[in-house]
């Protein structure tokens, strides 16, 4: 995105954050990004969406990728996938930006439009990187933000906005990633229906056959594609996915520290405890 695209977005976005963090809008699946002071690395976890910064920067870290999505470029999240983030932003200059979260029966019906790859796409795209926006992505954002200003607009012409969206991320650089989400075969198709699965029934005693067997591969086989694809082991990644919604749970002040490990769950609070202070570097009870 150029400069000017850039400060058009924020320009528009800007008198519509009027509170830090991910905010609803009055079109579903969008939400509006803002923050006006910096945050330290920190651990979370995106659903599935497309995430584009007007203004300020974020950096995620992922493994050892470091990735950097701001003015410029836009995130491509195809999988939920724990990882950890920093925020640049000041009060000048707050963050601004929009998450436009990806509908697997909408995405199928645009893949279903598009032609065929001109050749075969060899190995799992990336579940997770930030690509430079192009004209047609940037043209389709700004008119998807044009179209929040007011809500006759959004009742009528959200839903179109989104699809535009979705339909330029599909003839983006990553639009493989999202592509093969829903053709229904392939590795990286079965680990995304087991990520919605675990994230659907993350509190139950689920083990790495049941996850195999559900995704009809042996248990060695999806045990080294669910890290190929996320790199974590699925026994990591069920324990990190516990630790953020525990948190979420706690920073809504809605349950004590036993509730919410029993919550996501642990049976032993003591371990709970432990494993939470670990990831997090405060203690449950502190938040």
């Known amino acids: ?23 609803d809008t ?4 969008v939400k509006l990004i803002a923050s006006g ?14 995430f584009v910064i007007a203004q300020g920067d974020k950096i995620g870290y992922l493994g050892d990728r470091v990735i950097h999505y701001g003015p410029g470029n836009y995130l491509v999240q195809a999988m939920p996938l724990p990882f950890e983030c920093e925020t640049l932003a000041d009060p000048d200059t707050p963050l601004l930006g929009l998450s436009i979260g990806v509908d697997p029966l909408t995405l199928s019906e645009l893949v279903h439009h598009l ?8 190995g799992s795209p990336e579940p997770m990187a930030a690509v430079a926006l192009d004209a047609p992505m940037a043209e389709a954002v700004q008119r998807l933000a044009d179209c929040l200003q007011d809500e006759y ?44 699965y675990l994230h659907r029934h993350f509190a139950l005693p689920l083990t790495v056959e049941t996850l195999a067997e559900r995704a009809n591969m042996s248990a060695s086989h999806f045990h080294h594609h669910f890290k190929r694809v996320t790199q974590l082991s699925p026994v990591q990644y069920l324990k990190r996915l516990r630790l953020l919604r525990a948190r979420v749970l706690l920073g809504q002040q809605r349950v004590n520290v036993a509730r919410a490990a029993a919550d996501v769950g642990y049976r032993s609070t003591s371990q709970f405890s432990r494993e939470y202070k670990r990831y997090f570097g405060v203690s449950p009870s502190r938040g």
């Open 26 to 29: 009055a079109i579903d699946g």
């Open 37 to 50: 002071c910096s945050h330290p690395r920190t651990p979370l976890i995106y659903e599935p969406g497309l």
């Open 115 to 122: 032609p065929a790859p001109a050749r075969a796409e060899r």
């Open 153 to 196: 607009s959004s009742r009528a012409l959200g839903e179109g906005r989104v699809r535009e969206v979705l339909f330029a991320a599909l003839n983006g650089p990553q639009g493989h990633s999202l592509r093969q989400l829903v053709q229904q075969h392939g590795h990286y198709a079965r680990i995304a229906e087991s990520l919605n």
């Open 1 to 23: 995105m150029c400069d000017a695209r850039a400060s058009r977005l924020a320009r528009t976005l800007a008198p519509l954050a009027t509170t830090d963090g991910f905010s």
